[in-house]
């Protein structure tokens, strides 16, 4: 990379990526307002002309239960922990009232159609690679269901983000023969290893750097971790607006000043979130997010520092290697 540049992923889920945490009648508001402001979220990305890698789970594709109960693939992951299956969940909340938190088609034509985002997946069923009772054969029939899908809507998946993080190594040959290129990989610190199984000290230091540390997040490389498929690492969660003033201007100028560090380098800086992350306080988050760009706009003039989406990047890297 001559100038370094800024990679955003967004995990895009809606109640597929918390309906074993949450009721989702407590949670109603919260994703008809992730909803009402993802199209505000593509127009900060055309204003700013930001590339972004919207990594969604394949369910989201199906534009009501009757088609969802129809793209059921052949081989499911059996969990030993029943309560993580999306499927046994889906069964037992199929109504009209809870399409508009599963399935988001219309939004995944408004991403596709707006310049410079990449729709990659996050597998089609908000799948856990690293619990107990799965498979390489029901990951593989997941990952194809994905692709089948997304095909229909002209779409060719490129790049993954294993779900809560769940980074699986031995599944990456499954992603190369699904057609898929390119994943998103956890911080190289101890506190982001095995986030299946997050200690009290993990989650506390994890918190903590979002607020002061130093700006080590960015990197160069970008390497092939098996073959055919490479490995970006992840740089920083963009976490939501608190309510805490002084707190949240000491988060924002944390990703902003290591955003300086890797223009200044010539490095890459990869922020990643939930679109629902926004959900609780969508007016603070945008404004947060357009601070965010603003600086970038500054890093992009003073220093030719670039934004690019995960497949866009790694086709530089691919292309930086056969020179």
Not at 53 to 59: D, I, K, L, N
Not at 98 to 114: D, N, Q, S, V
Not at 179 to 192: A, D, K, M, S
Request: proline fraction near 4%; include cysteine; aromatic fraction near 12%.
């Amino acid at each position: 990379m001559e100038n370094g540049a800024l990679v955003i992923s967004l995990d895009f889920e809606l109640l597929w990526g918390v309906f074993d945490k949450v009721d989702w009648r407590d949670r109603k508001a919260y994703f008809q307002n992730t909803r009402k402001l993802i199209p505000e979220i593509l127009e900060l990305f055309e204003k700013y002309e930001i590339q972004c890698t919207w990594a969604t789970v394949g369910m989201l594709f199906n534009e009501n239960w009757e088609e969802w109960n129809l793209n059921i693939p052949r081989v499911l992951p059996e969990y030993d922990n029943k309560k993580l299956s999306a499927y046994k969940y889906g069964k037992s909340i199929q109504s009209k009232e809870t399409e508009e938190l599963c399935f988001a088609p219309g939004l995944i034509r408004r991403i596709k159609e707006t310049p410079g985002q990449e729709i990659g997946t996050h597998t089609y069923s908000h799948y856990y690679c690293l619990e107990p009772g799965q498979t390489p054969e029901s990951f593989k029939a997941d990952l194809q269901k994905s692709r089948e899908l997304a095909e229909k809507f002209g779409v060719e998946l490129k790049s993954l983000v294993f779900p809560r993080n769940q980074f699986n190594a031995d599944y990456l040959e499954v992603c190369k023969e699904t057609g898929l290129q390119t994943v998103r990989t956890n911080p190289e610190v101890w506190y982001w290893k095995n986030t299946q199984q997050d200690s009290l000290q993990q989650k506390i230091l994890r918190t903590g750097d979002a607020y002061i540390g130093l700006n080590n997040k960015s990197y160069r490389d970008i390497p092939e971790i098996s073959p055919g498929i490479t490995g970006q690492k992840a740089s920083r969660l963009l976490r939501p607006n608190s309510g805490k003033g002084l707190l949240d201007k000491a988060r924002i100028k944390r990703i902003q000043s290591e955003m300086s560090a890797a223009a200044k380098n010539k490095e890459i800086y990869h922020l990643w979130w939930h679109p629902h992350n926004f959900g609780g306080n969508p007016e603070r988050n945008l404004q947060e997010l357009e601070d965010i760009l603003m600086h970038f706009q500054s890093c992009r003039n003073k220093f030719g520092f670039e934004s690019l989406n995960m497949a866009r990047i790694n086709e530089f890297i691919e292309t930086e290697a056969d020179e």
